[in-house]
């Protein structure tokens, strides 16, 4: 039996909290600015790092399912790359230095963190490894390429029916982090 | 796969039991196939409690798969990590939804929109009856988009370094994460396609986008570290709705 409806939707989200991570959450296409919904800031999501040191804890609640896969993004006057989130909690524990974590495995090759600490807190996190050292593709490194083109990223305000992004876990990003924050704890 | 996974059906004949039975295969490629999950499969494989030989039919079709991908890419798209774990969520993700659309046209649907962490299938039009829009999410902030394509029934997926939720900067400098590349997204014939040529790419670090430019049928934008993007040649083609 046909129960006529112009448009069915519905979405099913597996969400899986695997090691202190949350997954992201949708843009609510009701609101201009975003529904963030984190206690610790309104900026957005914090990083906060957990007292021992060896986790990097992403606070975000559990996610929200979508009405619609329609959000509004507001333009935004702020130049590429984008805004600053909050420092994280426990300012001043770390030792002034650069640390290097160790080369932690990610599926597509290595990730290693250097976090450079400054007046006690994080100041910079830069990725020294990557990708991997795979030896082949002599070709694609032989080949003259023709110049591609090429612009500066900017803030879409279009509405959209869906958004593609990437969704890697980077748990080799978080576990070399720890690694080089661990090594910079007074 | 431990991902959202979100469907649309903008057909008039969709169907709150066409929808279960996509929700359906999804669960059962998460049993399958999830590193997350202790007893699937893939945990088992990695445990050394399996054979190739006992492997189901869908598992020795990924690692086929995965095979043949690995040498379309000279190797760059692996399955295989350094130590030895076998993790096939750069495949299976592209692969599923690839599935849960033909599932959906052979349920009679053909207007209709697939995804799954990021990765897109659609078909058709949306229920406004236009082509289906979409974003190409921000690297460096979740909240934005930087570039609207309609992929007009291909397929969509983004590679990329995404700590989910996590930006890490001194408020002073107000500097991002320096990365090699950011993100990578490419259009192909279908989402299976796209999904496996955009993380064997991403691996490549600046040279994906070259590598994409010189497929056929593939189109790709990629971002750095820095906020510039490339993009292939045959790529604005998609930035445009051409209307019927």
Redesign the interface.
């Known amino acids: 039996m046909?129960?006529?409806?112009?448009?069915?939707?519905?979405?099913?989200?597996?969400?899986?909290v695997?090691a202190g991570?949350?997954?992201?959450h949708?843009?609510d296409n009701s609101s201009a600015a975003?529904a963030?919904q984190n206690a610790a800031s309104p900026a957005?999501?914090?990083?906060q790092i957990a007292d021992t040191g060896t986790v990097?804890q992403?606070t975000?609640p559990t996610?929200l399912s979508?009405a619609q896969?329609s959000?509004a993004?507001p333009a935004?006057a702020t130049p590429?790359?984008?805004?600053?989130?909050?420092?994280?909690q426990n300012q001043g524990q770390y030792v002034d230095g650069t640390y290097t974590g160790f080369a932690a495995?990610a599926?597509?090759?290595?990730?290693q963190i250097q976090v450079t600490v400054?007046g006690g807190?994080?100041?910079?996190?830069?990725?020294l490894q990557?990708?991997?050292d795979?030896s082949?593709?002599r070709?694609?490194?032989d080949?003259a390429?023709?110049i591609?083109?090429?612009?500066?990223?900017?803030?879409?305000s279009?509405?959209?029916?869906?958004?593609?992004?990437?969704?890697?876990?980077?748990a080799a990003?978080?576990q070399s982090?720890a690694s080089a924050l661990a090594q910079a704890k007074s | 796969m431990g991902m959202p996974v979100s469907v649309e059906i903008s057909d008039a004949s969709a169907s709150r039991e066409s929808l279960e039975k996509t929700f359906d295969y999804f669960r059962y490629v998460d049993r399958v196939f999830s590193t997350y999950k202790k007893d699937s499969e893939i945990s088992r494989i990695n445990r050394k409690e399996l054979q190739p030989s006992e492997y189901s039919t869908d598992m020795q079709l990924i690692f086929d798969l995965a095979e043949e991908s690995k040498r379309l890419t000279e190797g760059y798209f692996d399955i295989r990590t350094p130590e030895g774990i076998i993790d096939p969520s750069g495949i299976v993700k592209g692969w599923a939804i690839n599935n849960a659309a033909e599932l959906l046209r052979s349920l009679g649907h053909q207007n209709f929109y697939v995804e799954a962490g990021g990765d897109i299938q659609t078909s058709g039009k949306n229920a406004d009856g236009k082509e289906w829009r979409i974003g190409i999410r921000n690297p460096f902030n979740r909240q934005q988009i930087v570039k609207v394509v309609y992929p007009r029934g291909k397929g969509i997926a983004t590679s990329g370094i995404a700590v989910r939720g996590s930006h890490i900067y001194d408020p002073h400098t107000e500097r991002p994460v320096e990365v090699s590349m950011a993100s990578l997204t490419v259009i192909g014939p279908n989402v299976y396609e796209a999904d496996r040529f955009a993380t064997a790419a991403f691996a490549m670090g600046e040279n994906g986008v070259n590598f994409i430019e010189q497929l056929e049928e593939f189109e790709g934008y990629q971002i750095d570290g820095k906020g510039t993007a490339i993009m292939t040649h045959g790529f604005e083609q998609y930035t445009y709705d051409q209307g019927d």
């Not at chain 1, 957005?44 to 990083?47: A, E, I, K, L, N």
């Not at chain 1, 599926?107 to 990730?111: A, I, L, S």
């Not at chain 1, 807190?121 to 990725?127: E, L, N, P, Q, S």
């Not at chain 1, 591609?148 to 879409?156: R, V």
């Open positions: 046909n129960i006529p409806m112009k448009k069915f939707f519905a979405s099913f989200v597996f969400v899986v695997f991570y949350a997954l992201s949708y843009l975003y963030v957005g999501p914090s990083v990097a992403i975000s996610p979508p896969p959000p993004v935004s590429m790359p984008a805004a600053p989130a909050p420092v994280p495995n599926y597509y090759g290595n990730v400054s807190k994080i100041a910079d996190v830069a990725f990557y990708p991997s795979r082949t593709s070709y694609i490194n080949q390429m023709p591609l083109k090429s612009e500066a990223i900017q803030a879409q279009a509405q959209v029916d869906g958004v593609s992004g990437a969704s890697d876990t980077s990003f978080q982090l």
